[in-house]
């Protein structure tokens, strides 16, 4: 036995020594979209097996095949993950608009992911990665470089140290756009053939359909909403890291003043009103409170825990105490003075009220920019009511959701129907809806035509519904994500419209509400009284008068100058202690 027995001698690198890996410790990586960045990321990944590379463009991946020869190649992300079972973890890198569904099908076959900045092309896509990432227990993690450099912590510990004094204003800026935008440039209108090796039904992915052209491919993309996310999205996640990172805990940290601005109706957390992005109104039982303090627990520990303790082991590195109550809350009760968009009126009553929290009424966008004209003003006499329509401009890249159930709905009551897309599918629209009755525009000015409007129809934009009461237009919402759920609801519990509680609304029912809040007066009645009061609020003087009254006395207190700004309500001139919401 002994005789026959043969000495083997391998490598130290087998067995792992000499720092090197052994092959049973290393990964199997998957590369897809490795013409670009990809390339520059697979390189971070020498060390680990690069067992397959996928691209729909074989001519700009051509490098990065040559350069993993052991590789298999794919044009199709969904038969790499079918066929191939070695794999552990992929790296993505295509443009924006694919980040999301590419990264959900690796999540779901099990992979690992990391997937390039911006994480996803809307919050939605991000939200559903994160649940998925949770249900199948994979590691993640968003590609921002810049997050890991020298230079970053360098800033953050200047400012954590007090080095620079005390930070009043961050400016961040870049060389981005160095590709024509997409706001001023046309379509293309030539449709030159598709280069060999590109297959452009694969790239297009799940964007609308549009021919070929050079003007998005290989690198032009990020000018295009339907693909990209502009300069926000190509540097905006570097350049302003450092100034998030740095300032989060700037008051418990340096213990300087913090003012903060809450944009949508209230999230903190109060026994009187009901849990967050679920819907619903406040309860009118002792029992519906117990029930929605319940949901609220649940919601803290299956979905906010795991948010909660990052935060809280961030506190920790630097010293802080922990938070105790809900992660709601931190942007609430930390800073020294919270500007709220909105009214009183336009808030669930709570008995618990936080004193930081000041109504400054409604924070309309800036116009200064806006040139577009109304194309048909003489249909604003010609038919009635008017109604205008918006699907927003995010949730927009499928009309049929709210935009063609409106139309279908409304097309022959005789009323002039105004329709915005926001740049989507604006022509196919047009085409669908000849009618003299309909107007069809890419943008509308909303501050002009809502003096002209008698109802509104949208998914639940806080910033639009607002602005449509301030003009004293009812409103017509169907809309459930992103938190729309709990703007609708305000809506329907102050009696300005009517939530139709769905993202799909059926034709009928859209007419049908659209009938009672056009011939039933209280609609109108509820809506002017909310008019009343928002217009009795001047953002820019609330805030100038606070901010000026605020650095005297270290922004504490509820004080505001005597000399205040003329602001009414009802009529008349508010008193100092009202201005702020203060009854």
Not at 34 to 51: D, H, P, S, Y
């Given at each position: 036995m002994l005789g026959s027995t043969a000495l083997t001698i391998v490598p130290r690198s087998v067995l792992g020594q000499s720092g090197e890996k052994a092959p049973s410790q290393k990964l199997n990586i998957a590369g897809i979209g490795?013409?670009?960045?990809?390339?520059?990321?697979?390189?971070?990944?020498?060390?680990?097996?690069?067992?397959a590379l996928c691209d729909v463009d074989e001519g700009y991946a051509a490098k990065t095949f040559k350069e993993y020869p052991q590789a298999k190649v794919y044009l199709d992300y969904r038969e790499?993950?079918?066929?191939?079972?070695?794999?552990?973890?992929?790296?993505?890198?295509?443009?924006?608009?694919?980040?999301?569904?590419?990264?959900?099908?690796?999540?779901?076959?099990?992979?690992?992911?990391?997937?390039?900045?911006?994480?996803?092309?809307?919050?939605?896509?991000?939200?559903?990665?994160?649940?998925?990432?949770?249900?199948?227990?994979?590691?993640?993690?968003?590609?921002?470089?810049?997050?890991s450099s020298d230079g970053t912590r360098l800033v953050c510990e200047w400012i954590w140290a007090g080095a620079i004094g005390i930070v009043r204003e961050v400016d961040a800026w870049t060389n981005r756009p160095v590709w024509p935008q997409g706001v001023e440039v046309e379509r293309p209108k030539d449709t030159p053939p598709v280069p060999a090796g590109l297959d452009w039904d694969r790239w297009l992915g799940p964007a609308p359909y549009r021919p070929y052209h050079p003007?998005?491919?290989?690198?032009?993309?990020?000018?295009?909403?339907?693909?990209?996310?502009?300069?926000?999205?190509?540097?905006?996640?570097?350049?302003?890291d450092a100034a998030f990172w740095a300032m989060k805990l700037i008051k418990e940290k340096l213990g300087k003043r913090v003012c903060a601005f809450g944009i949508t109706p209230s999230l903190e957390t109060s026994k009187d009103v009901p849990p967050n992005f679920v819907g619903l109104k406040p309860a009118r039982t002792t029992m519906g409170r117990f029930v929605h303090q319940g949901m609220r627990a649940m919601m803290e520990r299956m979905v906010m825990s795991d948010g909660k303790s990052m935060y809280?082991?961030?506190?920790?590195?630097?010293?802080?105490?922990?938070?105790?109550?809900?992660?709601?809350?931190?942007?609430?009760?930390?800073?020294?003075?919270?500007?709220?968009?909105?009214?009183?009126?336009?808030?669930?009553?709570?008995?618990?009220?936080?004193?930081?929290?000041?109504?400054?009424g409604p924070l309309i966008p800036y116009r200064a920019?806006?040139?577009?004209?109304?194309?048909?003003?003489?249909?604003?006499?010609?038919?009635?009511?008017?109604?205008?329509?918006?699907?927003?401009?995010?949730?927009?890249?499928?009309?049929?959701?709210?935009?063609?159930?409106?139309?279908?709905?409304?097309?022959?009551?005789?009323?002039?129907?105004?329709?915005?897309?926001?740049?989507?599918?604006t022509e196919e629209l047009r085409k669908s809806y000849p009618q003299d009755n309909i107007i069809i525009e890419d943008f509308v000015d909303f501050d002009f035509i809502l003096d002209h409007t008698d109802l509104f129809i949208c998914n639940g934009g806080y910033g639009s519904i607002l602005l449509s009461l301030s003009k004293g237009v009812p409103v017509l919402t169907a809309g459930i994500r992103e938190g729309k759920n709990d703007v609708n609801a305000h809506v329907d519990y102050f009696g300005v419209g009517i939530d139709l509680r769905t993202e799909s609304p059926k034709p009928a029912d859209i007419r049908r509400a659209a009938e009672r809040i056009l011939g039933e007066p209280r609609w109108k009645q509820n809506v002017a009284r909310l008019r009343d009061e928002l217009s009795g609020h001047d953002p820019n003087e609330l805030i100038a008068a606070y901010l000026s009254n605020g650095e005297a006395r270290g922004l504490m207190g509820n004080a505001l100058p005597v000399s205040s700004p003329t602001t009414r309500r009802h009529g008349r001139r508010l008193l100092p202690g009202e201005m702020l919401g203060q009854r």
């Open positions: 490795v013409g670009g960045m990809g390339r520059n990321n697979l390189k971070q990944c020498a060390a680990e097996n690069i067992v790499m993950l079918d066929k191939q079972k070695d794999i552990d973890a992929v790296i993505i890198a295509t443009p924006d608009h694919t980040h999301a569904v590419i990264a959900l099908a690796a999540i779901r076959a099990g992979k690992h992911v990391y997937v390039q900045k911006p994480l996803t092309h809307s919050v939605h896509e991000a939200r559903v990665l994160t649940e998925a990432a949770r249900e199948h227990k994979v590691a993640t993690q968003m590609g921002n470089q810049g997050h003007a998005y491919v290989p690198g032009n993309w990020r000018a295009w909403w339907d693909f990209g996310t502009g300069s926000l999205g190509d540097l905006g996640c570097h350049i302003l809280n082991s961030m506190l920790a590195a630097h010293g802080l105490a922990p938070i105790k109550g809900s992660l709601f809350d931190v942007s609430y009760q930390s800073p020294d003075v919270l500007f709220q968009n909105g009214v009183p009126g336009f808030e669930y009553p709570r008995r618990d009220l936080n004193p930081k929290v000041k109504f400054v920019g806006i040139a577009t004209t109304f194309s048909q003003p003489e249909k604003l006499d010609k038919y009635k009511p008017v109604i205008l329509i918006s699907q927003g401009t995010m949730d927009n890249k499928d009309p049929g959701k709210l935009i063609v159930p409106a139309l279908e709905a409304l097309k022959d009551t005789g009323a002039l129907l105004i329709v915005t897309t926001g740049y989507s599918k």
